[in-house]
């Protein structure tokens, strides 16, 4: 019943911009946190960015603060983030995920719910 779909992912040269969007449904509540994970091929799944329910509380990976920013809209069901000045190392797929805590957490177990990501890469 609980969907996330995550879009805007596609091919952008280094020092572009894109973003990200995702879309959830079902049993997701306004209290749910929301955050933003990627994976890198031969690597781990590694925190990108977190945002609490009420979006008081942002929490972001060294690698990506001050370039990315996370947002959320709850009477619409969606998340964003936006990524400014990209890098080539950049380049993964990015999933979305949905915590029931509520918190803005950077650890994976505590989400409950995932998308099927969406590709970002970024060309030199």
């Known amino acids: 019943q609980v969907q996330l779909v995550e879009s805007g992912g596609g091919l952008v040269p280094a020092g572009g911009s894109l973003i990200l969007s995702c879309r959830y449904s079902?049993?997701?509540?306004?209290?749910?946190?929301m955050g933003w994970f990627r994976q890198a091929p031969g690597k781990e799944r590694e925190f990108v960015a977190a945002?609490?329910?009420?979006?008081?509380?942002?929490n972001y990976a060294d690698s990506v603060k001050g370039r990315f920013t996370i947002s959320r809209d709850n009477a619409k069901n969606t998340v964003h983030l936006q990524m400014n000045s990209l890098k080539p190392e950049d380049t993964a797929v990015y999933y979305c995920?949905?915590?029931?805590?509520?918190?803005?957490?950077?650890?994976?177990?505590?989400?409950?719910?995932w998308g099927q990501g969406t590709q970002v890469t970024v060309s030199s």
């Open positions: 995920a949905a915590d029931p805590g509520g918190l803005a957490y950077d650890r994976k177990a505590s989400y409950d719910y």
């Open positions: 079902g049993r997701i509540f306004s209290t749910t946190g």
């Open positions: 945002i609490s329910w009420s979006g008081d509380i942002r």
